[in-house]
């Protein structure tokens, strides 16, 4: 069993950033495939950023690629969400999710781990 606890979302302007954070607990996240998902309220949940095993390789969408920046530190057992230059479009709830033993995918129903989500809320 993998548990996720997002943290670091919030209000900010257009323009600014934030961290977002996702705190693991269980002796797999070395092995873990690790991904950002968010959901906007009326949409559907779609793919932010993954990063692989040890922090190799990393994906994005396209639609945040040059301003997010996803990461991992092993030893705290943590993936972090750099969001950068943040536009209103940004506004969702953002989760993050564990793969164990498998590569990245960018579809939601590959995960098999999910957080409860934080709120990040980007003002015009």
């Known amino acids: 069993q993998v548990q996720l606890v997002e943290s670091g979302g919030g209000l900010v302007q257009a323009g600014g950033s934030l961290r977002l954070s996702c705190a693991a607990s269980g002796r797999t996240f070395r092995r873990s495939t690790m991904a950002w998902f968010r959901q906007a309220p009326g949409k559907e949940r779609e793919f932010v950023a993954a990063i692989s095993w040890g922090g190799g390789i990393t994906n994005y969408d396209g639609s945040v690629k040059g301003r997010f920046t996803v990461s991992r530190d092993d030893a705290k057992n943590t993936v972090y969400l750099q969001m950068n230059s943040l536009i209103p479009e940004d506004t969702a709830v953002y989760h993050c999710?564990?793969?164990?033993?498998?590569?990245?995918?960018?579809?939601?129903?590959?995960?098999?781990?999910w957080g409860q989500g934080t709120q990040v809320t980007v003002s015009s």
């Open positions: 999710a564990a793969r164990i033993y498998a590569s990245m995918e960018t579809n939601p129903t590959a995960y098999e781990y």
